[in-house]
Nanobody
Framework: QVQLVESGGGMMQAGGSLRLSCAAS????????MGWFRQAPGKEREFVAT????????YYAASVKGRFTISRDNAKNTLYLQMSSLKPEDTAVYYC?????????????????WGQGTQVTVSS
């Protein structure tokens, strides 16, 4: 059974930085694409960033491009999201997920397993 556990969320002032981590177990971590999504109160879950298994390809939502960096350490079975220049509109619960595919995946329907989420709150 696949387990994904996010950590690193918290409260931060605008302009600050946070790094989220997602520890994975129960599946061949290095093979599949991984992604980060977020869901703000009253809004639908939205794509944030994705990375292929060998880290050769990444893709970002326009709203975070240039501020967030997705990475992974396959030796540690861990996915990361480095968030910089945080804005109040980045406030959301952030979820990591593992895809059914080995290519770039931005649609949540292409993701098979999800973590429980970690709260990020950015104050102005």
């Amino acid at each position: 059974q696949v387990q994904l556990v996010e950590s690193g969320g918290g409260m931060m002032q605008a302009g600050g930085s946070l790094r989220l981590s997602c520890a994975a177990s129960g599946r061949t971590f290095s093979v599949y694409t991984m992604g980060w999504f977020r869901q703000a109160p009253g809004k639908e879950r939205e794509f944030v960033a994705t990375i292929t298994g060998n880290s050769a390809s990444t893709y970002y939502a326009a709203s975070v491009k240039g501020r967030f960096t997705i990475s992974r350490d396959n030796a540690k079975n861990t996915l990361y999201l480095q968030m910089s220049s945080l804005k109040p509109e980045d406030t959301a619960v952030y979820y990591c997920a593992t895809a059914r595919t080995m290519g770039i995946a931005t649609d949540s329907r292409n993701y098979a397993y999800w973590g429980q989420g970690t709260q990020v709150t950015v104050s102005s």
